[in-house]
């Protein structure tokens, strides 16, 4: 009677600490973060391959990834010990999209213990762990299974079962409160794009994980991206296990084009599909491969994209990306991660199937594409002097052509993740808007409108450059092979400058002779340089073109130097 009135104290324990969990949907564990630093690849002297040896971690572990400070690139591996004592296969770390240098995190499914190889010695090296599945200590593994005991039976009382529902006419996508997002709020509102194409990605993890597994994987991975990448949000839009099931991963809405962390210079044209498991020797299941292809299928046709044939876009850069800024680039509709950035994503096993993707999602996908509405964007000057506006207007339509009348619409600029609003407006009752934009750099600028029924339409990108405003001044007549001060100013600050000197020839016209670079302090330049002959000379200064900037140009001074030999 004793074990019996102990047992059922626990149980209704563990009832009330379950409650507030069921009310608030299914139950997820705490997650718990902690790092590791491995001071002994820093003693380890000379160079080449290194290897850890056996490393206990803190505490139980589900996830972990790397980061160190040198090399810049390196190429790991990782076995983990379960906790029942068997070592994992080595496992290859995919190299890290977190902006340094590291390894993306594997899945461990609650390790105590791990090993490295690194074909280089790193400097600085930590390891990052996640634990999603509330096993972190001896504690948390007892209060958990109270939890999950009790969560199941208040569900069963309840009549609470839960099933994911995707979207009308989509697959069903797990939501995020389903998989515990609340842990792992974004950091901040989502921002939204353009779906002209999707990528499918792996995201390295072991593929010996059950069907229960998967959603703590994914609360897993959101945590590391966010907290130790610092990214906004899980950076995937899409995750789906070798079990055919689809999360939802970033936030902002599945049927939203909302920009990811997940193809470097083209998220804000694509929607991004990781594959939990690693697919460089090992084939996905047809389960997952299925519901690939149905939910790009849905997706592609919901945006106005097809699933089949090549589109054309414009690489935004970066230094994961295959081609550099501005260069037009050609991918087939459903692409593999490897296709746009330098990376073996999404393995060459997964690779080899997305023939078989494209194939069953052009007979999911929808007969005919249905019109959205569209919102247009121009600039009556695309390049610009410094501080010049830029004057910007455009269209907004229904799906039925029909001009969107007052409807909110904002201006946004490109960043390095995402795009940010910096204008607001409301159409006329002809669809029409204008508004100027002040700008000091260059920037790729789109329109959002808001539609009336919700959900919003997305111009096609357009570039404004900026030309910085230069000022050059110098002294008009000078001797010789003597030095003369030129000094001036520009705007913004952060631009490189040059100075170029061209000299009259005896055909009257002026040849460059020389180009002296300019140091450029709190928006000032002066430097002293000689002109060597007796000459009518041409100074100027010109700006390089750059991410920020146009090449601009200063007027020109002409300088009369005496006294020397012509």
Same mark, same amino acid.
């Given at each position: 009677?004793?074990?019996?009135?102990?047992?059922?104290?626990?149980?209704?324990?563990?009832?009330?600490?379950?409650?507030?969990?069921?009310?608030?949907?299914?139950?997820?564990?705490?997650?718990?973060?902690?790092?590791?630093?491995?001071?002994?690849?820093?003693?380890?002297?000379?160079?080449?391959?290194?290897?850890?040896?056996?490393?206990?971690?803190?505490?139980?572990?589900?996830?972990?990834?790397?980061?160190? @400070? !040198?090399? =810049?690139? *390196?190429? +790991?591996?990782? &076995? /983990?010990?379960?906790?029942?004592?068997?070592?994992?296969?080595? #496992? %290859?770390?995919?190299?890290?999209?977190?902006?340094?240098?590291?390894?993306?995190?594997?899945?461990?499914?609650?390790?105590?213990?791990?090993?490295?190889?690194?074909?280089?010695?790193?400097?600085?090296?930590?390891?990052?762990?996640?634990?999603?599945?509330?096993?972190?200590? @001896? !504690?948390? =593994?007892? *209060?958990? +299974?109270?939890? &999950? /005991?009790?969560?199941?039976?208040?569900?069963?009382?309840?009549? #609470? %079962?839960?099933?994911?529902?995707?979207?009308?006419?989509?697959?069903?996508?797990?939501?995020?409160?389903?998989?515990?997002?609340?842990?792992?709020?974004?950091?901040?509102?989502?921002?939204?794009?353009?779906?002209?194409?999707?990528?499918?990605?792996?995201?390295?993890?072991?593929?010996?994980?059950?069907?229960?597994?998967?959603?703590?994987? /994914?609360?897993?991975?959101?945590?590391?991206?966010?907290?130790?990448?610092?990214?906004?949000?899980?950076?995937?839009?899409?995750?789906?296990?070798?079990?055919?099931?689809?999360?939802?991963?970033?936030?902002?809405?599945?049927?939203?084009?909302?920009?990811?962390?997940?193809?470097?210079?083209?998220?804000?044209?694509?929607?991004?599909?990781?594959?939990?498991?690693?697919?460089?020797?090992?084939?996905?299941?047809?389960?997952?491969?299925?519901?690939?292809?149905?939910?790009?299928?849905?997706?592609?046709?919901?945006?106005?994209?097809?699933?089949?044939?090549?589109?054309?876009?414009?690489?935004?850069?970066?230094?994961?990306?295959?081609?550099?800024?501005?260069?037009?680039?050609?991918?087939?509709?459903?692409?593999?991660?490897?296709?746009?950035?330098?990376?073996?994503?999404?393995?060459?096993?997964?690779?080899?199937?997305?023939?078989?993707?494209?194939?069953?999602?052009?007979?999911?996908?929808?007969?005919?594409?249905?019109?959205?509405?569209?919102?247009?964007?121009?600039?009556?000057?695309?390049?610009?002097?410094?501080?010049?506006?830029?004057?910007?207007?455009?269209?907004?339509?229904?799906?039925?052509?029909?001009?969107?009348?007052?409807?909110?619409?904002?201006?946004?600029?490109?960043?390095?993740?995402?795009?940010?609003?910096?204008?607001?407006?409301?159409?006329?009752?002809?669809?029409?808007?204008?508004?100027?934009?002040?700008?000091?750099?260059?920037?790729?600028?789109?329109?959002?409108?808001?539609?009336?029924?919700?959900?919003?339409?997305?111009?096609?990108?357009?570039?404004?450059?900026?030309?910085?405003?230069?000022?050059?001044?110098?002294?008009?007549?000078?001797?010789?092979?003597?030095?003369?001060?030129?000094?001036?100013?520009?705007?913004?600050?952060?631009?490189?400058?040059?100075?170029?000197?061209?000299?009259?020839?005896?055909?009257?016209?002026?040849?460059?002779?020389?180009?002296?670079?300019?140091?450029?302090?709190?928006?000032?330049?002066?430097?002293?340089?000689?002109?060597?002959?007796?000459?009518?000379?041409?100074?100027?200064?010109?700006?390089?073109?750059?991410?920020?900037?146009?090449?601009?140009?200063?007027?020109?001074?002409?300088?009369?130097?005496?006294?020397?030999?012509?």
């Amino acid at each position: 009677m004793r074990r019996l009135a102990v047992a059922l104290a626990l149980l209704g324990l563990a009832v009330l600490l379950a409650a507030p969990a069921l009310a608030g949907g299914p139950f997820v564990p705490r997650v718990v973060e902690f790092a590791q630093t491995l001071p002994g690849a820093d003693r380890t002297p000379g160079a080449g391959a290194w290897r850890s040896g056996v490393v206990r971690a803190p505490k139980r572990f589900d996830l972990v990834g790397l980061t160190w @400070r !040198a090399p =810049r690139e *390196a190429h +790991a591996r990782i &076995r /983990v010990r379960s906790s029942d004592g068997r070592w994992s296969p080595w #496992t %290859a770390m995919a190299e890290t999209h977190g902006g340094g240098a590291g390894a993306e995190p594997v899945w461990a499914g609650g390790a105590d213990a791990y090993e490295l190889r690194l074909d280089r010695r790193p400097r600085g090296l930590r390891a990052h762990f996640v634990n999603a599945t509330g096993t972190a200590t @001896r !504690a948390a =593994r007892v *209060a958990t +299974a109270l939890r &999950r /005991v009790a969560h199941g039976a208040l569900a069963a009382i309840a009549g #609470t %079962a839960a099933r994911a529902q995707g979207a009308t006419g989509a697959p069903a996508i797990v939501p995020r409160e389903a998989w515990g997002a609340g842990q792992c709020p974004p950091r901040t509102a989502p921002s939204y794009g353009q779906v002209q194409l999707g990528f499918v990605h792996h995201t390295v993890d072991a593929n010996t994980y059950g069907p229960q597994d998967s959603a703590a994987m /994914v609360l897993a991975i959101c945590r590391y991206h966010r907290n130790t990448n610092g990214w906004n949000d899980v950076g995937y839009n899409f995750l789906v296990d070798r079990y055919g099931q689809i999360f939802e991963g970033r936030a902002g809405g599945v049927d939203q084009p909302v920009i990811g962390a997940q193809a470097q210079g083209y998220n804000g044209i694509s929607t991004g599909v990781a594959n939990i498991g690693t697919f460089t020797r090992e084939r996905q299941t047809p389960e997952a491969v299925r519901a690939t292809a149905h939910l790009l299928a849905w997706k592609l046709p919901l945006h106005g994209a097809p699933v089949d044939g090549l589109v054309t876009v414009t690489s935004a850069g970066g230094p994961s990306n295959r081609y550099p800024v501005g260069t037009a680039v050609t991918f087939e509709r459903i692409a593999g991660h490897r296709d746009a950035d330098a990376t073996a994503c999404p393995g060459d096993a997964l690779f080899a199937e997305l023939p078989e993707i494209r194939r069953q999602a052009a007979a999911l996908a929808p007969a005919a594409i249905v019109p959205r509405a569209s919102v247009s964007i121009a600039v009556a000057d695309p390049t610009l002097d410094f501080p010049q506006p830029a004057l910007l207007s455009g269209q907004a339509a229904d799906a039925a052509g029909i001009a969107l009348a007052s409807a909110p619409l904002s201006v946004q600029v490109a960043t390095r993740t995402g795009f940010l609003t910096r204008a607001r407006t409301t159409t006329g009752a002809d669809g029409g808007w204008s508004l100027t934009l002040p700008t000091q750099v260059s920037r790729t600028l789109r329109a959002v409108v808001q539609l009336p029924g919700g959900g919003t339409a997305s111009s096609p990108r357009i570039g404004v450059q900026v030309a910085p405003s230069i000022r050059l001044r110098a002294p008009r007549r000078v001797r010789a092979r003597r030095p003369l001060l030129v000094s001036g100013s520009v705007r913004p600050r952060r631009v490189r400058l040059r100075l170029e000197i061209a000299r009259q020839g005896r055909d009257r016209r002026m040849h460059v002779v020389a180009r002296v670079p300019l140091r450029v302090r709190n928006g000032r330049f002066a430097a002293r340089p000689r002109l060597r002959r007796a000459a009518l000379h041409r100074l100027r200064v010109v700006s390089l073109a750059d991410a920020r900037n146009a090449a601009g140009r200063s007027g020109d001074v002409l300088v009369r130097a005496t006294g020397g030999r012509r």
